[in-house]
């Protein structure tokens, strides 16, 4: 029998009596012919390996902002009550939400058109949403709510907090802190409205429009297998924009209104935990690629 190649330096077999002998542990020679570039295909495949886990943990980072930002707050919240929280830290948690909420308006706003350019362009999809368009378009819808926040968040801080230090709701919102301030707030909720119906009510609108001329689309169509794959296409995003829409308009168009903190409280639930755990199952895991690449994942865990 032929003996075995091992490369320069290798620590030599030990001699076995029979061909049946099990070795104590095995070399692996992943390009040991080119020892002369294993410092630079180190360098390089590290490379590769830190763009990959930073890719993914921006991915991570973008879908999960919400659950992030607030539930570890109100996990220690339900632990530790009576536990306080600094302004500097309500004034980063209040940032965030509304960062968050502009974001994903836009998002929303941005699908509902891909939907549309899919459904009622088809033939000219490729040419219209571009690679390039693509990345603009998610670049602007995430940056676009760094001043929208930063702007509410600071005039907000500035005013004086001489109420309760309570905060009735599991973590700070407008609502609740506007409770707590004891100065004339009209002019500040004046322009909370605004930007809200700016934010929430326009992109809602532009949603509105889309779908109603993908529903006149899908109507004239001839199959009822192309009609059902586009109903099923737009389902999911349709879902998630009656239920985020529906609960963060009745949260910010009034932000002082008769509500009881304890309902706020729930509907807040529902944009914060519900949809961010619904991502998931209504984006990536519908997703034909997603499903095909789980089935060789588990076709492999059970059959190794």
């Not at 099990?22 to 992943?30: C, I």
């Not at 600094?86 to 929303?108: D, H, R």
């Not at 707590?180 to 009209?186: F, I, P, Q, Y």
Request: aromatic letters at 8%.
């Amino acid at each position: 029998m032929p003996t075995a190649w091992a490369p320069p330096g290798a620590p030599e077999a030990p001699p076995c009596a029979n061909q049946s002998c099990v070795p104590s542990e095995l070399v692996l020679l992943g390009f040991a012919h080119v020892p002369a570039l294993r410092p630079l295909l180190a360098t390089l495949f590290l490379a590769m390996f830190l763009l990959t886990l930073l890719g993914n943990a921006l991915i991570v980072l973008l879908t999960m902002c919400f659950s992030l930002d607030i539930v570890p707050q109100l996990l220690l919240t339900l632990l530790r009550p009576g536990r306080g929280v600094s302004p500097a830290g309500c004034a980063l948690q209040l940032l965030l939400v509304l960062s968050c909420v502009t974001s994903e308006c836009f998002l929303l706003t941005t699908m509902a058109w891909d939907r549309y350019v899919a459904i009622c362009r088809p033939l000219r999809y490729g040419a219209i949403v571009s690679p390039r368009l693509c990345h603009l378009l998610a670049a602007t819808c995430w940056l676009a709510g760094v001043p929208v926040s930063l702007v509410f968040t600071i005039w907000l801080f500035r005013f004086p907090f001489c109420g309760p230090r309570g905060i009735r709701h599991f973590f700070c919102d407008i609502a609740p802190l506007l409770s707590l301030v004891c100065a004339d707030t009209r002019v500040f909720e004046a322009n909370v409205l605004a930007a809200t119906v700016l934010v929430i009510m326009v992109p809602f609108c532009l949603i509105a429009a889309s779908y109603t001329k993908i529903l006149a689309t899908v109507l004239r169509m001839p199959s009822a297998r192309g009609r059902h794959k586009a109903l099923s296409t737009c389902a999911s995003h349709f879902v998630v924009v009656l239920l985020f829409y529906g609960t963060t308009g009745v949260i910010h168009l009034r932000p002082k209104a008769s509500y009881s903190p304890e309902s706020k409280q729930v509907v807040s639930l529902s944009y914060t935990l519900v949809t961010p755990m619904l991502n998931p199952l209504i984006y990536s895991l519908r997703n034909k690629e997603v499903r095909a690449a789980l089935g060789r994942a588990r076709g492999r865990a059970f059959n190794p």
